[in-house]
T-cell receptor, first 111, second 113 residues
Framework: QKEVEQDPGPLSVPEGAIVSLNCTYS??????FMWYRQYSRKGPELLMY????GNKEDGRFTAQVDKSSKYISLFIRDSQPSDSATYLC???????????FGSGTKLNVKP | SQTIHQWPATLVQPVGSPLSLECTVE??????LYWYRQAAGRGLQLLFY??????ISSEVPQNLSASRPQDRQFILSSKKLLLSDSGFYLC????????????FGDGTRLSIL
């Protein structure tokens, strides 16, 4: 079983839609959770960084962590064509010496 | 602010040739440094990480090696490239001060012919 599972998509939505991206994980030691956005031929860019369970909001983006279910989500409100990219989740344990990445979900927001 | 630079952006090399990819970080001291390889449709595979000058940990035994000759410089090398070394190589850094996420460069796309 992989440490982190992420649906590869592609996920195609109309402009203005609410997007939900998700990851599940198996290691209960993970305490830090991140979401990265990666445009084609570019490196991943950090979008959200959360610790333990709960929600964190930044503009149109909300990250949600449910440690009891080992499930994390990224919500994008009022999605824009510029949000079209691959989104990767990532996780780390308490000492942050190793990161585990999902394989990424490709999102396409249609104008 | 901190920035990370990787070069070259694209590289085409013949099988059996040597490789040297360079990564430098600006605006921070004693960063943790990482080399990843990303295959199409797959996650990031950690190749090497370093917590200080001359300190390299290898995650996957392979045809590659890494070196950290200076605090903010990380180099990925190979003496003889294989076809299977093709891929997208990413360098990343994180602060050594407490739990902090990684920040990535824009990568090098390596094609082996």
């Amino acid at each position: 079983q992989k440490e982190v599972e992420q649906d590869p998509g592609p996920l195609s939505v109309p402009e203005g839609a609410i997007v939900s991206l998700n990851c599940t994980y198996s290691n209960s030691a993970f305490q830090y959770f991140m979401w990265y956005r990666q445009y084609s031929r570019k490196g991943p860019e950090l979008l959200m960084y959360t610790y333990s369970s709960g929600n964190k909001e930044d503009g149109r983006f909300t990250a949600q962590v449910d440690k009891s279910s080992k499930y994390i989500s990224l919500f994008i409100r009022d999605s824009q064509p510029s949000d079209s990219a691959t989104y990767l989740c990532a996780m780390a344990n308490y000492n942050f010496n190793k990161f585990y990445f999902g394989s990424g979900t490709k999102l396409n927001v249609k104008p | 602010s901190q920035t990370i630079h990787q070069w070259p952006a694209t590289l085409v090399q013949p099988v059996g040739s040597p490789l040297s990819l360079e990564c430098t970080v600006e605006g921070t001291s004693n960063p943790n440094l990482y080399w990843y390889r990303q295959a199409a449709g797959r996650g990031l595979q950690l190749l090497f990480y370093s917590v200080g000058i001359g300190q390299i940990s290898s995650e996957v035994p392979q045809n590659l090696s890494a070196s950290r000759p200076q605090d903010r410089q990380f180099i990925l090398s190979s003496k003889k490239l294989l076809l299977s070394d093709s891929g997208f190589y990413l360098c990343a850094w994180s602060s050594s001060q407490g739990p902090q996420p990684q920040h990535f460069g824009d990568g090098t796309r390596l094609s082996i012919l």
